[in-house]
């Protein structure tokens, strides 16, 4: 595993709808904090470990949540940590907390979309820093 000197960090959109993805490695996997919006904050945690799956040998993951009371971004948590967990065959867990003021649901996609964007930047980074 190579471990980064310095974190990388990933930033996607605009005013509120801002996404932070500070991501470092460490001797074995990934950690992350995705934050943004208006009020980052610890809203929920999801860590996925990959195992390799039994037909054509994708990298799947297995992934636990621990939902902070009243939040729901364990489940965007969930989403970010599998989407690098199976890109970079590497134990990742990722620390979410995002919210802006009375969302309109199309305002939670752009959330979602700016934090799903942020963690393939980040394999990209990743990728072609451990290449």
Request: proline share 3%; with cysteine; hydrophobic share 40%.
């Amino acid at each position: 595993m190579h471990v980064f000197e310095e974190a990388i960090n990933i930033t996607c959109g605009e005013g509120r709808y801002e996404i932070s993805l500070r991501v470092q490695a460490t001797a074995d996997g990934l950690s992350g904090l995705l934050t943004g919006g208006e009020k980052p904050h610890v809203g929920g945690v999801a860590m996925s470990v990959p195992r390799i799956g039994q037909s054509g040998g994708k990298t799947l993951c297995d992934t636990w949540i621990t939902p902070r009371p009243g939040h729901r971004d364990a489940e965007l948590a969930a989403r970010v940590s599998e989407l690098i967990c199976s890109a970079t065959h590497q134990t990742t867990a990722i620390v979410a907390g995002i919210h802006i003021g009375n969302a309109q649901k199309s305002e939670i996609s752009i959330l979602v979309e700016n934090s799903l964007a942020a963690a393939r930047l980040f394999v990209n980074k990743y990728k072609e820093i451990t290449s």
